[in-house]
């Protein structure tokens, strides 16, 4: 079986690079997929297909439409759904993508520091696991997937 994870949340850093890659080294059986992590083709998307947009709101409301067509079905797809909440921005997005998930019942890896303690508590409870780095998801993906501590 190859295992799918979708990785959600914050853009702004490497992390999904280190979950694959860290994933890639110990040969797990994984196929990893993701949002649209180029910031200005996922805002700007609606109105580069489909037409500009006088008001903002209804800019927005077009490109995270399309958005959703992709993040939906990734989540649906997916056997594991991590979600990482950054430092710098407040991810909304990686919030509804989590109860969705949750919604759908995939199992949850949420991973963030110790700062969102207190702000992503139902967040937390909803997750099968809360990681603080992406070394520790490679590590629980090595452990549901191949069954492996060391």
């Given at each position: 079986?190859?295992?799918?994870?979708?990785?959600?949340?914050?853009?702004?850093?490497?992390?999904?690079?280190?979950?694959?890659?860290?994933?890639?080294?110990?040969?797990?059986?994984?196929?990893?997929?993701?949002?649209?992590?180029?910031?200005?083709?996922?805002?700007?998307?609606?109105?580069?297909?489909?037409?500009?947009?006088?008001?903002?709101?209804?800019?927005?409301?077009?490109?995270?439409?399309?958005?959703?067509?992709?993040?939906?079905?990734?989540?649906?797809?997916?056997?594991?759904?991590?979600?990482?909440?950054?430092?710098?921005?407040?991810?909304?997005?990686?919030?509804?993508?989590?109860?969705?998930?949750?919604?759908?019942?995939?199992?949850?890896?949420?991973?963030?520091?110790?700062?969102?303690?207190?702000?992503?508590?139902?967040?937390?409870?909803?997750?099968?696991?809360?990681?603080?780095?992406?070394?520790?998801v490679v590590q629980i993906l090595?452990?549901?997937?191949?069954?492996?501590?060391?």
């Open positions: 079986m190859i295992w799918s994870v979708y990785l959600s949340g914050e853009i702004h850093s490497n992390w999904r690079q280190e979950v694959e890659q860290g994933a890639e080294a110990l040969g797990l059986a994984v196929q990893f997929s993701a949002p649209v992590t180029d910031h200005a083709a996922s805002d700007d998307c609606g109105v580069a297909i489909l037409g500009a947009e006088d008001d903002k709101f209804w800019h927005d409301h077009k490109g995270a439409q399309m958005n959703a067509i992709r993040t939906r079905t990734l989540i649906e797809a997916a056997d594991i759904v991590v979600v990482r909440f950054g430092e710098k921005y407040k991810q909304w997005n990686a919030a509804f993508d989590a109860g969705y998930a949750a919604a759908r019942n995939k199992p949850i890896i949420v991973m963030h520091g110790d700062d969102h303690q207190h702000a992503l508590k139902e967040v937390d409870a909803a997750a099968l696991a809360v990681a603080q780095t992406p070394a520790q090595k452990y549901v997937i191949a069954g492996k501590l060391a």
